[in-house]
Nanobody, 121 residues
Framework: QVQVVESGGGWVQAGGSLRLSCVVSGSIYSINAMGWYRQAPGKQRELVATAARGGSTNYAESVKGRFTISRDNAKNTVSLQMNSLKPEDAAVYYC???????????????WGQGTQVTVSS
């Protein structure tokens, strides 16, 4: 009964900004890492940014300094602020959450449906 829903995708010109949001809901005991991944047509899926529950973050080198990931543990949400967007950022962006459904059970990998980001030059 875990649901992962992204929102905020759209069309922007190069240099513009978008903010993606993701909410995880359902029968959740705990969430460890949350993150954003993207996949462009004909390309492999790649990590964009991740955030641990404790606050540490990791970014792909290609987005470092332009994107910022943040999360609200109380609300089970994670956001991705994307600034200075480039055409190569265009992709479907997916939210990922590592979720435990009950105590002392290994975390499972849950994914959202994806949201399209289009960047025109």
């Amino acid at each position: 009964q875990v649901q992962v829903v992204e929102s905020g995708g759209g069309w922007v010109q190069a240099g513009g900004s978008l903010r993606l949001s993701c909410v995880v809901s359902g029968s959740i005991y705990s969430i460890n890492a949350m993150g954003w991944y993207r996949q462009a047509p004909g390309k492999q899926r790649e990590l964009v940014a991740t955030a641990a529950r404790g606050g540490s973050t990791n970014y792909a080198e290609s987005v470092k300094g332009r994107f910022t990931i943040s999360r609200d543990n109380a609300k089970n949400t994670v956001s991705l602020q994307m600034n200075s967007l480039k055409p190569e950022d265009a992709a479907v962006y997916y939210c990922r959450a590592d979720v435990a459904l009950r105590a002392l059970v290994p975390l499972r990998d849950y994914w959202g449906q994806g949201t399209q980001v289009t960047v025109s030059s």
